[in-house]
């Protein structure tokens, strides 16, 4: 895989004429037109993909963007460039029912990202071996980075604790790198919900550390509008040397398979309608329909 800038449309997936119903007490919602990243249109179902080199998101929708230049008083600036980034933006039609509202929608995601052991079993497609492969064998929600005994996932929003934001600790084990701690921390507020999952401790591939606590982060932000839910999703990695360019080439299909699975996470919920996210990056840059 190539890391470069340009913005590429990787798939139609649904109509995006549809405005999602709006419960009863429910704030007005803006338009998606309103916080989509410069550059991008809305057209019908829109995901769009970045590759790149720095932690500095360029799809992420408009009010993340700012958040993120004000937090310090001043513009983001690209890191290192050893930093290897991927992104997605994807658009989630609304379900046929009115959406819940926001702190009851709220709620459903943070109980479900709070729940890692629904990622066990998780596929993705294995470019290098032509063939759907497991991306975590074992996945289960720990006691604490000290303890990694399993304890059981939440039923209730109270079973988190205070809060937002929330810190849970999971144990992840796929067929590259292995088992190993990661932090899922959930945070957001009226209009936003983020999940940024982290890795506790050295990452290894083949015997040979890759990267540091850290320095491993998959994170998914969803932000509600009138059309329905934008979702960005981003991955990055900072490690310098070809280690980190070779196991990065199959960044994209297993940050597909991730979003696929929120997808599907908020169609459950009745948060939006089912769609099918592409398994494959190459599938994904070729789309039917496309001119």
């Known amino acids: 895989m190539k890391f470069c800038l340009p913005i590429l449309l990787l798939a139609l997936l649904a109509p ?40 500095v998101p360029v799809l992420a929708p408009r ?54 052991g629904g990622l066990a079993g998780l596929e993705y497609w294995s470019a290098s071996r032509g063939r759907m492969r497991t991306l975590y064998s074992k996945a289960y929600r720990a006691v604490s980075k000290e303890d990694r005994s399993i304890t059981s996932d939440p039923r209730k929003i109270a079973d988190l604790g205070s809060g937002p934001p929330w810190r849970i600790v999971a144990w992840l084990e796929d067929l590259t790198f292995g088992g190993n701690l990661y932090a899922f921390n959930i945070s957001g507020d009226t209009g936003e919900f983020s ?28 932000l509600p509008c009138a059309e329905g839910l934008l979702v960005h999703f981003s991955s990055v990695l900072e490690a310098p040397g070809f280690g980190a360019s070779r196991v990065f080439e199959s960044a994209g299909n297993k940050g597909l ?30 789309p039917a329909g496309l001119p």
């Open 16 to 55: 995006l004429g549809a405005t999602a119903q709006v419960a009863p007490g429910h704030a007005a919602l803006p338009s998606i037109s309103e916080i989509l990243p410069l550059g991008i249109q809305p057209g019908l179902g829109l995901v769009a993909a970045v590759t790149g080199k720095g932690d």
């Open 195 to 222: 999940l940024e999952i982290a890795n506790l401790e050295t990452v290894r591939y083949l015997l040979l550390p890759l990267a540091k606590p850290g320095a491993m982060k998959n994170r998914i932000e969803v």
């Open 63 to 116: 009010k993340f963007g700012k958040k993120q230049e004000t937090e310090a008083g001043v513009p983001p600036t690209a890191a290192a460039s050893s930093t290897l980034r991927i992104e997605f933006l994807a658009f989630l039609p609304p379900p046929k029912g009115p959406l819940p509202a926001w702190d009851e929608a709220f709620s459903k995601l943070a109980l479900a990202a709070a729940s890692p």
């Open 257 to 286: 398979a991730v979003l696929g699975w929120f997808a599907g996470k908020a169609a459950a919920l009745g948060l939006s309608s089912p769609i099918a996210i592409p398994l494959k990056m190459e599938e994904a840059l070729r």
